[in-house]
Structures are given as C-alpha cells and as structure tokens.
T-cell receptor
Framework: LAKTTQPISMDSYEGQEVNITCSHNNIATNDYITWYQQFPSQGPRFIIQGYKTKVTNEVASLFIPADRKSSTLSLPRVSLSDTAVYYCLVGTRDTGRRALTFGSGTRLQVQP | GAVVSQHPSRVICKSGTSVKIECRSLDFQATTMFWYRQFPKQSLMLMATSNEGSKATYEQGVEKDKFLINHASLTLSTLTVTSAHPEDSSFYIC??????????????FGPGTRLTVL
C-alpha cells in the first residue's frame, strides 16, 4: 500500500472552504484515493473516493492532479460539525472488501 | 447506507475480568468483519479479520488467546477481551461491508466500544 502523508492538524472558521492535501508519491496505477471522516468517539465514515481529476458528491470534492502523487479533499463552507479527523487512504478500489490501513490523519478544528 | 452496530458502547471492568463486545450488521450479511483498536489521539490499528464460519486472522503482535473472536453468523461477530488489564483500555471499532457492487469502495464502521479497565 502506498504511504500517505497529511498535515497533522488544521484550523478553520465557520463558512470557510477547507482544503486538506494528502501526499502519496508511491501510488500505484491501480490505486484509488479514499477519504474517511471520524468524529470523536465514533467509527470512521466514508466521504469520497476518486482515481483522477475531480470527484464531487454532496459532502465534498476530491481533486487529483494528473501525476496522482497527491490529492486534495475540499470541504465547502465548513461548520462546527465538520470538526473531525480526516484520513486519506490509498489502495485498490475495493476498499470495502478488505481491512483498511489508516495513517495519522488530519485533525480539523472549526472555530465559530 | 448499511448499518453496523456495536454493543456495549461503553464498558468499565476490573482488571482480570473478561469483556465481550458485539458487532452486528443490521441490514446486510457480512462474511467478513474487521476489528480495530484506537488509543487516544492515535489512528486506528487493525487487530484482526473475522471470518464467518472459520478462524479469525490476527495481525502481528495481537494475541489471539487474549482477544477471542467468534463470527458465528453472517450478522454477528464478537470480540472477547480475556483477563483484561489497564493497558487494554482503548476504543474498539468493528467494520463490515455489504456484498453488493455499490459497496466495493465503502466500508461501514460501528460506533465503537470504549473499554476502561480499572
């Protein structure tokens, strides 16, 4: 599995757009990028997954440059409830079929 | 989406006792479930893979005789922490995925169980 590097923490204010970048220099051709969100004392929750360019859903957008060595999770207009830890994972698409390897994650703190 | 539950959500026990944690897939069948452990301010660490009808697969460094896993049905896996000690105090989380094409890229996690061993 490709190793991922994320900032340990980030701070933001309500209403701002937050971009969390994940580096994965050794990503393989068949690897996808998946992001999970974890609130305190809860299990992680799937946010988004992508392979290249841009993916958008009702929660977030995922931007992946052509070289795929990094990716950016974009959270539009964050609220206090977006305070959580965000994990970037890299691996083959079927992440639902196997155990996941979580890195250190990025702790996002949203201030009022 | 699919729902995975855990019980209990929180348990406090004395050192030396055994604690059983249940993980249930409420609206789907799961031949495979995963058990993770998370210490405060740290990431999730995989403990074992629970396989319905067969023995669990444990990660290196996880004592199989201490952390007993039973996956007796397609909707229930249990983790028993035997002879618990304070260092076993942690947040235990299970996960599973429905066997449908749409779930290939998404895993569903339980709400976790906070174990405190006094």
């Amino acid at each position: 599995l490709a190793k991922t590097t994320q900032p340990i923490s980030m701070d933001s204010y309500e209403g701002q757009e937050v971009n969390i970048t994940c580096s994965h220099n050794n990503i393989a051709t068949n690897d996808y990028i998946t992001w999970y969100q974890q609130f305190p004392s809860q299990g992680p929750r799937f946010i988004i997954q992508g392979y290249k360019t841009k993916v958008t859903n009702e929660v977030a957008s995922l931007f992946i440059p052509a070289d795929r060595k990094s990716s950016t999770l974009s959270l539009p207009r964050v609220s206090l409830s977006d305070t959580a830890v965000y994990y970037c994972l890299v691996g083959t698409r079927d992440t639902g079929r196997r155990a996941l390897t979580f890195g250190s994650g990025t702790r996002l703190q949203v201030q009022p | 989406g699919a729902v995975v539950s855990q019980h209990p959500s929180r348990v406090i026990c004395k050192s030396g006792t055994s604690v059983k944690i249940e993980c249930r897939s409420l609206d789907f069948q799961a031949t495979t479930m995963f058990w993770y452990r998370q210490f405060p301010k740290q990431s999730l660490m995989l403990m074992a893979t629970s396989n319905e009808g067969s023995k669990a697969t444990y990660e290196q460094g996880v004592e199989k005789d201490k952390f007993l896993i039973n996956h007796a049905s397609l909707t229930l896996s249990t983790l028993t922490v035997t002879s618990a000690h304070p260092e076993d105090s942690s947040f235990y989380i299970c996960s599973a995925s429905p066997p449908s094409a749409s779930s290939y890229n998404e895993q569903f996690f339980g709400p976790g169980t906070r174990l405190t061993v006094l």
